[in-house]
């Protein structure tokens, strides 16, 4: 079963850091680029990050240039988003995602194939 599981969230106080994760189970990352989407409540998801299959191309949303850094581990099958300098106003649950061709970096969620069932991140002092 192709799957990608999204770790990491979790509630923390405005400034702080945490790092989600986003593995996949029964394919390989390898071809795929993968982004990273958010949703808070009420709000349409939006592209927030997004990375090539090699890693040598990165994309941000202009809210988080900056503060969150996408990264990859092939070796691992595993993508990474850490969250610095959080703000409230980046409260939602976080999603990850794969898209081909591999060298995409693309923050529109439209072509993104395989999709996680996400995690919660909330900012609250």
């Known amino acids: 079963q192709l799957q990608l599981v999204e770790s990491g969230g979790g509630l923390v106080q405005p400034g702080g850091s945490l790092t989600l994760s986003c593995a996949a189970s029964?394919?390989?990352?390898?071809?795929?680029?993968i982004g990273w989407f958010r949703q808070a409540p009420g709000k349409e998801r939006e592209g927030v990050s997004a990375?090539?299959?090699?890693?040598?191309?990165?994309n941000y949303a202009d809210s988080v240039k900056g503060r969150f850094t996408i990264s990859r581990d092939n070796a691992k099958n595993t993508v990474y988003l850490q969250l610095n300098s959080l703000k409230p106003e980046d409260t939602a649950v976080y999603y990850c995602?794969?898209?081909?061709?591999?060298?995409?970096?693309?923050?529109?969620?439209?072509?993104?194939?395989?999709w996680g069932q996400g995690t919660q991140v909330t900012v609250s002092s």
């Open positions: 995602a794969a898209d081909t061709p591999g060298w995409t970096v693309s923050l529109r969620d439209k072509g993104y194939v395989y």
């Open positions: 029964g394919f390989t990352l390898d071809y795929y680029a």
């Open positions: 990375i090539s299959s090699s890693g040598a191309s990165t």
